[in-house]
């Protein structure tokens, strides 16, 4: 796998090599007068065809498995350097022992997500030379200083995993947290630049809007209107992507453990990557309303698209596989309260909860305009439900989300609550605090969706800030107060692995829920520039010049979640089969 990883690393380069070269020469003149020469404008001659491939299809299905893999590889070994933190501050080595695990998994797939970018490369080279051309010309050595990137990624990545025992003790562990940091840094990097890349072509800045020649520095090509947004929102669900596929890792390997001591190690694993999963998710729909926000700001049309266009059933899709993913998880935190003996007395409140997380996950999926015959709209009096078509709009569905976050959030708390009894002498007084923070602030986050309601159109999306305030201050507050009103607090036993095997299946819901909602929300940002490859700057004038159909995407993102998920299963395997491997060797004769 390390040698696979290193060829594919120096092949990279040297096909970006191999293009940069003739493109610019060794010149300063030449690189400046082909900058100028504006973006080309391909013939339908200009798109080689192979075979009778689609070649957007093959790019399409590439360069999503390489996301998907990306963001696996990028997210583990932040939250695996955070782990290990907790392992030095707290002297636990459970910690640490988990944080090795998380890094022995993203192993794997790193070396896959190498290949599979090495092949998205040369297929994007393969099937639409012109646009990459221009892209490269735009971009100029910053295509090199990410395949640099690229390189020093993986050396890092291998000196921080195959150190991790010989670094495990003293001053040597900060200095091998210090090589993860560098790791990360170099990760977030990477994406950061990539996504310069995605979103330049959605909304070109640094350059001519007659006729594409670049007028600025890389720095203002790259700092794009929609860049910012899209690296915060990826960035959150990136944490929460790879917290969902380790927590499927930690669920298969609690199945196949007979060993009550194993299942208890993968459980606590499966419990800690739950709990990393719905604290990157927590906010994803708010940096999610960001980035819409902007692509409106930037072009009416493509928000327009998005949500009023032939897109916009898609997002009933996507409420679906929210509310999967709301609903999977919740159902794994009130498994969780069997862990403990006082998780009884949360129990009772369980099935409140549930009316809640379900009702708002029917509000979040009613359409506002119904797909009607002329028959069924004479018989309906219009294609609004009289008294369903309300909750269609988005004051009712900001209503619900943010109601189904406080409520997740509060499933957290019950376990958190139920494996300590406080001690301090306010503990009854916090705990009322903490009830009215959550009354009051409902009763707020509801106020302000029936006031979107009377609110001119212009405003709707203004009244949405109080209720995601609100959110945010009932979730911090309430950890702020029992952070102090549980300190020093006599802890209850928690009887790790002591869950139904059902449970476990919640965590296999989440990466299959994540991983389709990744690939349809790629599908409707791709689709938002239409005919163009970069919008409004160079036209695509290939035989496929339109947008997928909405059936024609639904089966190209199932195969590729399906694929995704075959080989997440095989990584699974291969890590079961090392460890089984490992504890054959190490067992006395």
């Keep these: 796998m390390k040698k696979q990883t290193l060829h594919v690393s120096l092949g990279l380069l040297a096909v970006l090599l191999l293009v940069l070269i003739p493109q610019y020469g060794f010149a300063a003149g030449d690189e400046v007068a082909a900058v100028l020469e504006g973006a080309p404008k391909p013939s339908r001659l200009d798109y080689p065809m192979i075979w009778g491939i689609s070649g957007r299809t093959v790019v399409w299905s ?52 190498a290949l599979v970018g090495g092949g998205l490369t040369l297929s994007l080279f393969l099937f639409y030379p012109q646009m990459m051309g221009y892209m490269l010309k735009v971009f100029r050595g910053q295509v090199l200083v990410y395949a640099a990137l690229f390189g020093f990624e993986s050396i890092t990545l291998y000196i921080y995993y195959y150190s991790w025992d010989a670094l495990r003790r003293g001053n040597r562990k900060w200095f091998h947290m210090s090589i993860g940091l560098t790791l990360n840094t170099i990760g977030l990097t990477l994406m950061f630049i990539a996504n310069a ?15 594409g020649a670049v007028t600025g520095t890389i720095w203002e090509v790259t700092r794009n209107p929609l860049w910012n947004p899209l690296n915060l929102h990826r960035f959150l669900a990136n944490i929460a992507y790879g917290g969902a596929i380790v927590g499927g890792y930690a669920a298969y390997m609690f199945l196949a453990e007979k060993d009550p001591v194993k299942k208890a190690h993968y459980d606590w694993m499966g419990y800690t990557s739950n709990f990393i999963a719905i604290l990157g998710f927590l906010p994803l729909p708010f940096a999610g309303y960001w980035l819409m926000a902007e692509i409106y700001a930037y072009s009416q049309q493509m928000g327009i698209t998005a949500m009023g266009g032939i897109l916009a059933w898609l997002f009933i899709i996507q409420a679906v596989l929210i509310g999967t993913i709301m609903m999977a998880a919740n159902y794994y935190l009130w498994s969780g309260l069997m862990r403990t003996d006082r998780g009884a007395h949360y129990a009772r409140y369980v099935k409140y909860i549930a009316v809640v997380i379900v009702g708002g996950f029917l509000v979040w999926v009613t359409p506002h305009t119904l797909l009607l015959t002329s028959q069924e709209i004479q018989q309906l009096g219009g294609t609004h439900h009289k ?53 009051i602030g409902c009763i707020n986050i509801v106020g302000a969706g029936l006031y979107g309601y009377i609110t001119p159109t212009v405003y709707k999306v203004g009244a949405s800030v109080p209720q995601v305030v609100t959110t945010l201050t009932i979730i911090i507050g309430s950890v702020i107060i029992d952070v102090f009103r549980l300190r020093g607090s006599k802890p209850e036993t928690v009887h790790w692995g002591r869950m139904s095997e059902r449970s476990q299946y919640a965590l296999f819901v989440l990466p299959v829920a994540f991983t389709w909602l990744m690939g349809l929300m790629g599908y409707i940002r791709s689709s938002l520039r239409t005919h163009w490859h970069v919008y409004t700057i160079m036209k ?50």
Aim: aromatic share 12%; charged share 10%; no cysteine.
């Design 62 to 113: 590439m360069a999503q498995m390489h996301l998907f893999l990306a963001a696996f590889v990028l997210s583990v070994p932040l939250f695996s350097l955070a782990t290990e933190f907790m392992g030095t501050v707290t002297g636990d080595d459970r910690f640490d022992n988990m944080a090795h695990e998380f890094m022995k998994i993203s192993m794997a797939a790193y070396s896959l997500t």
């Design 540 to 589: 695509d004038n290939s035989a496929e010049a339109y947008i997928p159909t909405i059936g024609q995407a639904g089966n190209t993102i199932t195969a590729i979640t399906l694929g995704f998920m075959a080989i997440m299963v095989f990584v699974f395997w291969l890590s079961r089969l090392g460890a089984t491997r490992q504890d054959e060797t190490e067992a006395p004769s």
């Design 387 to 439: 008294l369903l078509g309300p909750l269609g709009i988005m004051p009712a569905k900001n209503t619900a989300v943010n109601l189904m976050l406080v409520f997740t959030f509060m499933s957290f708390q019950m376990f958190y609550r139920s494996s300590r009894i406080p001690t301090v002498s306010w503990a009854k007084a916090g705990n009322m605090f903490i009830v009215a923070l959550y009354v």
């Design 197 to 211: 890349w995605a979103t330049f072509m959605m909304s070109p800045a640094g350059v001519d809007p007659a006729t």
